[in-house]
């Protein structure tokens, strides 16, 4: 039975729509207290001390603890260490002796009740001397502002490049520079963060609910601040309420509810609220990037400098500096480029810590590169199309070496061909009927503009990952995984590769994900790397399921392997159906037989690179300043989709995020470091009123050769180059008489820019 | 400000009828999550903009985390859990399941809670939509919401015009 490549119905329906299922905040257990944070008012201040007054007596509080309580602890790790010199700038768990954003811990209350609790917080004094924060990248700091900065608040600096840029731009016929800025924003999974640690007997560990992303990284890092055995440590993820990159990672709060757990030997709940969520998750985005090209005439990129400024945040959190790197590492995207250098510096600033957001550098990165493709279009005055046609890598370079690293692996696109992909798509959108209507209707006096961007993916094969498929006493199969689930559908996708390796029906699966005792290893779920790396793992693990089953059933029913076959849920042998449940009663029964598992292990060098076109179609209201997204479509090589329904989901909901981050979502800071955008209603997000028609077309010609399967990534793709695509339609719908560079492209930004232009542009708009 | 005064409420969920004591204080999302075990109290936000928490009360959709649970005191309030009738959930579920319209499953039973609003009250597809605007949800670029709740007004449209 053939099932990669169907979109058979996602197998985890039907638990979230009974609403059986457990997100964390439904989650409770026996003597349970419940965890309150108190949080840092300050944007920077030197804390002298935090009183703890009555809290420590108000009714149903159990314990009040501040930073100095827990000076034992050491700050929360990265994952990757790029630079040892960069540990200084990990975030402690609780603040000591300085307050660096808004937002930060200072003290936590347990209480029995949650608004007791909290009801206790408002009791706690944080006594501080307020400081001048550093909110811009590139500020002189003197040593009273910040010791750890000294003189500046750059902190990191990254370099990549190959080629004579230098011989480049001395040849050069045309030097073209942009520059491009990109605010902060974050995700906004709808559900906030929680977690809920339940101490194991004697202290010696505890359970952790709410796991998601990366549960085995958690639970070592987690067992090394809490000087625990690996062993004690287990995380435990239920549903998530959506990850886009921030979810999962770890912060503070989860080692505190640990921390509160063992030290008062109860289990200890701590449920986000969405103002704190705006504080304390991770934000992203947040890069200035100048780019300076040395084009010929007939618009080829000869060499490409690239600068790159990112706003960090306060601390260095789990991901350190990587998304700066990421944004180096892939900004020359499709493109030739025979020369190129990159320079980002990362920058501290006493606002909330940034980490990575649903691609990661790349959405950046894509938005910078395709604006400087089209600025050079505009500048040569040539087709932007056609200026990418000249400057894309071709199909006979594939595997295409890119001579850099990304986090420290060579990037290599693996397989593609860039320019037939272009022109797929724009065949299956009709480009030129869409240009030609859009004319039609700029004529008509309406404000109309096409936009297309092209990008690269990567699908991150970063560490290996292990997959195991056990017969269950109840007949199933379960598939172990420590890959997680953030409402993707993996678990559909993944039992959809088991099920295609063995023949059986999908609901013979049962998924086991995220529990850290069930399973030895993984890399977690991010980058896109589920379904190619787990479903890589559960592949070769369902071939050798398949053999031990046959060898097992031959053994227990004395026949030899040959005369087996197997059947729907089950084998037969010569005749006779021996169903699974019945087979797993004979093992259990037998002296001599083992239980059925196979485990393997998949990694992979290289990474797999998805890449696309969007298109996208916008109207700006002639009052108001509003951009309409009209249509959107999108052309994604998958290389192959296990199910083209779930592949499509991901694009269609990153492509509305994507919208989002070009066109509302901006969080902002006044100048004394207050955070001003701490509710849905100061952070817009699309509505259903935002939405375009959507048109998607999957493409797996080009399967890739890093993994059995041929897979590539799904989870970015939607949001990558929506950024660029938008930006592009609404410089085309002013006939590119203004140039946005900056997302988003709210209507004040968009006013700002056409009162710069000289022609008015604003009064003929207004008129109409 | 403390609020240990607790209050004796009394209302119909999903058909059966509770007996509470609650303090003034509390939300009808958190009451009915914590206090009535219903999973499908899913709270997004609190400030009232997301939607997530959206339930039925008087057969009106409302934010559960914006009414004290003591206002509901007499209402009739139905979730996700039950929506209308068993025909109805049925049906909003097979839609939102045949046209992808979940991906996290988070914002779902406020969706679930609109669609049965909309499809009790016969409204047009324009109206449907601008009733689901008020509703945020993060994962499924909403166009699958839409499809599945254009779906079930077809369906609708169709058995009426029946003989
Ligand atoms: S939780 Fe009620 S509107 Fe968001
Ligand atoms: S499905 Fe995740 S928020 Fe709507």
């Keep these: 039975m053939n099932m990669i490549g169907q979109s058979i119905d996602r197998v985890e329906d039907d638990d979230l729509l009974q609403a059986s299922t457990r997100f964390v905040g439904s989650l409770a257990f026996e003597n349970m207290l419940h965890m309150h944070v108190v949080r840092s008012p300050y944007a920077h201040a030197r804390l002298k001390n935090v009183t703890v007054g009555k809290a420590a007596s108000a009714p149903g509080v159990v314990a009040v603890w501040t930073g100095n309580d827990i000076r034992e602890l050491p700050p ?29 811990p200072a003290a936590i209350v347990l209480a029995t009740d949650p608004c007791l609790a909290e009801d206790a917080g408002r009791l706690i004094a944080i006594n501080a001397e307020i400081r001048p924060p550093v909110l811009d990248c590139g500020t002189e700091t003197d040593a009273r502002t910040e010791a750890r900065m000294r003189g500046s608040n750059e902190v990191a600096r990254i370099e990549k490049g190959y080629g004579d840029v230098e011989a480049a731009f001395a040849a050069a016929e045309h030097k073209i520079s942009i520059s491009c800025r990109l605010a902060r924003q974050t995700a906004v999974p709808m559900e906030t963060r929680g977690a809920i640690a339940v101490p194991h007997p004697a202290a010696a560990g505890f359970d952790l609910y709410g796991a998601a992303k990366v549960p085995h990284a958690n639970r070592q890092e987690l067992a090394r601040i809490l000087s625990l055995d690996i062993g004690g440590v287990v995380l435990r993820e239920g549903h998530a309420g959506g990850g886009f990159g921030v979810r999962g990672e770890l912060y503070p709060e989860d080692v505190l509810v640990a921390f509160a757990a063992l030290r008062l030997g109860r289990p200890v709940k701590w449920i986000e609220d969405r103002s704190e969520h705006f504080l304390a998750i991770n934000h992203s985005r947040d890069q200035t990037i100048h780019l300076n090209a040395a084009v010929s005439k007939t618009g080829i990129i000869a060499a490409l400098r690239a600068r790159i400024t990112t706003d960090q945040g306060a601390y260095l959190r789990t991901h350190e500096i990587k998304v700066s790197d990421l944004s180096c590492a892939f900004l020359p995207g499709p493109y030739r480029i025979p020369a190129y250098q990159a320079t980002a510096t990362v920058h501290l600033t006493n606002k909330t810590p940034c980490g990575t957001y649903r691609a990661p550098g790349r959405f950046e990165a894509t938005f910078a590169m395709e604006r400087m493709i089209d600025a050079i279009a505009r500048t040569l005055e040539l087709d932007p199309v056609e200026v990418r046609r000249r400057n894309l890598i071709s199909a006979a370079d594939m595997p295409f070496d890119r001579q850099i690293e990304a986090t420290g692996k060579r990037v290599v696109y693996d397989s593609g061909d860039y320019l037939q992909t272009l022109d797929t798509a724009i065949r299956a959108f009709d480009l030129p009927e869409l240009r030609r209507s859009a004319e039609e209707r700029r004529q008509r006096g309406e404000c109309i503009g096409i936009g297309l961007a092209m990008f690269v993916e990567k699908t991150d094969t970063a560490l290996h990952e292990t997959a195991r498929l056990e017969l269950a006493a109840d007949g199933k199969i379960e598939i172990v995984t420590g890959t997680s689930s953030l409402g993707q559908g993996m678990e559909t996708a993944l039992a959809q590769i088991a099920a295609d390796g063995l023949g059986f029906p999908i609901d013979v699966f049962r998924i086991v994900r995220g529990q850290t005792d069930r399973i030895s290893q993984s890399g977690g779920t991010f980058a896109s790397r589920t379904t190619v790396m787990a479903g890589s793992a559960i592949h070769e693990a369902s071939r050798i399921f398949r053999r031990k089953l046959i060898e097992t059933s031959a053994a227990l029913l004395g026949a030899t392997t040959e005369v087996i076959t197997l059947r729907r849920d089950g084998c037969c042998i010569n005749g006779r159906n021996v169903a699974l449940s019945e087979l797993r009663a004979m093992i259990d029964a037998s002296a001599h037989s083992t239980q059925l598992i196979a485990e393997a292990d998949f990694s992979s060098g290289a990474m797999a690179c ?22 959107y479509h999108i052309a994604y090589e998958i290389g192959r989709a296990v199910n083209p329904d779930l592949v499509k989901a991901q694009l269609l909901g990153g492509a509305m995020q994507g919208i989002g981050g070009a066109l509302m979502e901006e969080i902002s800071f006044s100048s004394d470091g207050q955070p001003l955008t701490t509710s849905f209603a100061d952070y817009v997000t699309p509505r259903i009123v935002d939405v375009p028609a959507f048109e998607i077309l999957l493409l797996e010609d080009w399967p890739s050769p890093t993994n059995p399967l041929g897979l590539k990534g799904a989870g970015e793709g939607g949001i990558n180059a929506a950024g ?11 006939a590119a008489k203004i140039a946005p560079r900056r997302l988003p492209i709210t209507p004040k930004a968009l006013f700002d820019l056409l009162s710069k232009t000289d022609d008015g542009l604003i009064s003929p708009l207004r008129r109409r | 400000m403390e609020d240990t005064e607790l209050h004796t409420i009394s209302f119909t ?13 509390r939300s009808l999302t958190d009451v009915l999550g914590q206090e009535c075990g219903m999973k499908s109290a899913h709270m997004g936000c609190g400030q009232g903009d997301c939607g997530s928490c959206t339930v ?5 959709p409302i934010r559960g985390c914006l009414l004290f649970a003591v206002q509901a005191d007499g209402a009739d309030i139905r979730t996700a859990e039950a929506l209308a009738n068993p025909d109805s959930l049925a049906a909003i579920r097979n839609a939102f399941k045949k046209h992808r319209a979940i991906q996290c499953g988070y914002c779902t039973p406020g969706f679930m809670v609109l669609a049965d609003y909309i499809l009790r009250n016969e409204l047009s597809l324009d109206q449907a939509i601008q009733t689901l605007s008020a509703n945020l949800c993060r994962c499924t670029g909403y166009s699958p919401i839409v499809s599945a709740v254009a779906d079930l007004l077809a369906a609708r449209a169709e058995r009426g015009s029946g003989p």
């Design chain 1, 76 to 104: 929360i790790g990265f994952r990757r260490i790029p630079d040892r010199d960069l540990l200084q700038h990990r975030q402690p768990v609780m603040a000591l002796d300085e307050l660096r954003y808004v937002g930060e």
């Design chain 1, 610 to 631: 998805p890449y696309g076109v969007h298109i996208a179609q916008v109207k700006v209201d002639p009052d108001d300043l509003s951009v309409t997204v009209e249509k």
């Design chain 1, 724 to 734: 660029a695509a938008v930006a592009a339609a609404v410089e085309d719908a002013f």
């Design chain 2, 13 to 25: 969920l999903n058909g059966v009828t509770q007996r509470l004591r609650v303090a003034a204080r």
């Design chain 2, 56 to 60: 039925s009360v008087d057969g009106v």
